[in-house]
C-alpha cells in the first residue's frame, strides 16, 4: 500500500495530467481490447496461482512465485487503468511496460521450476555473456521509450512525416546501440550452436533479435508507421523471455525440495 500511495502522489504532481484531449476512435477501442485482454490474463493468473496451493509445503517455491505473480498483476491492473486516467504522460508508460517485463520474467521462472531438471554442461564465460545479452537488451528497451518519450511529444505539433526530422541524441543512441545488442547475441548464437538443450533457444533468439533490428530499421525509413510500432515492442518482449529462459537453463539443477 505505501507503494502505491507514492506512486499516486508522484502522479497528482504530474502537471500533464490536467490537459484535455481529443477523443479519438481508435484509441478507444485499442484501449477497450487492451482491458479486456488484461482481464483474461488476469484469470489465468488466479488459475495458475489456485494450482500452486497443493505445492505449498512440497515445492514452496511455485506457491510464492505464483504469489508473486498474481500481486503484480494485480498492481499492474491498476497502474495501467492510472496510465489511462493521467492522459497517457510518458513516464508512466514507461513503468508499465517495464512491469510486464516483469511479470514475464516470473512466469518464466514458474515455467523453468515446474518442468523436469535438464543437466547442460556450461561455462560460467557463456553465462557472463548471456547476462551481457539480457542488460543490454534492457538498456536497449530503455532507450526505446526514451525515443518514445519524444515521439508523444513531437505528434503533438507535427506530422507523422516529420517526427524523424525532430528527434536527436536520443534517436541516435537507440539506433547506434542496436548494433551492440545484435553482435552480442550473435556472438552468444555462434558460442551455443553445439550446445544440446541451447542452441535451439538461442537460435529463436537470435532470430528474434534479428527480426527486432529489421522493424527498427522499418520505424526509421519509414517515417515510424503504427503497424510496426506495437511488433517491434513485441518482439523485443519475446526475446526477453527467451534469455531468461536460456539463463535458468544455464544455472545448475534445482534442488527436490526447492
Not at 206 to 212: A, E, G, H, P, T
Request: one cysteine or more.
Amino acid at each position: 500500500m505505501l507503494g502505491m500511495n507514492k506512486t499516486a502522489d508522484k502522479i497528482l504532481s504530474d502537471k500533464t495530467i490536467l490537459a484535455e484531449t481529443e477523443f479519438n476512435a481508435a484509441k478507444t477501442w485499442i484501449e477497450y481490447i487492451n482491458r479486456l485482454v488484461g482481464v483474461t490474463i488476469g484469470f489465468f493468473i488466479i488459475a495458475l496461482f489456485y494450482k500452486s496451493l497443493p505445492f505449498r509445503k512440497a515445492r514452496p517455491i511455485l506457491f510464492w512465485m505464483s504469489l508473486a505473480t498474481l500481486i503484480s498483476v494485480i498492481f499492474q491492473g491498476w497502474f495501467g487503468s492510472i496510465v489511462v486516467s493521467t492522459n497517457l504522460t510518458t513516464w508512466t508508460i514507461t513503468l508499465h511496460f517495464f512491469l510486464a517485463l516483469l511479470i514475464v520474467g516470473f512466469l518464466v521462472y514458474l515455467q523453468h521450476a515446474s518442468s523436469e531438471p535438464k543437466d547442460i554442461e556450461v561455462v560460467g564465460a557463456l553465462r557472463g555473456l548471456l547476462l551481457a545479452c539480457i542488460s543490454a537488451l534492457l538498456i536497449q528497451i530503455f532507450l526505446g521509450t526514451e525515443v518514445r518519450e519524444v515521439i508523444d511529444v513531437l505528434a503533438t505539433s507535427l506530422a507523422r512525416e516529420n517526427w524523424l526530422d525532430g528527434l536527436g541524441r536520443e534517436f541516435i543512441v537507440h539506433r547506434s546501440f542496436s548494433w551492440a545488442v545484435l553482435i552480442l547475441n550473435g556472438f552468444f548464437y555462434w558460442q551455443t550452436r553445439k550446445t544440446n538443450g541451447l542452441k535451439t533457444l538461442s537460435l529463436a533468439m537470435f532470430v528474434l533479435i534479428l527480426s527486432s533490428f529489421v522493424t527498427g530499421v522499418g520505424l526509421s525509413w519509414f517515417n515510424v508507421p503504427a503497424a510496426i510500432q506495437p511488433v517491434h515492442l513485441v518482439l523485443a518482449t519475446i526475446v526477453f523471455g527467451i534469455q531468461l529462459s536460456l539463463f535458468f537453463k544455464m544455472n545448475k539443477p534445482r534442488l527436490e525440495n526447492e
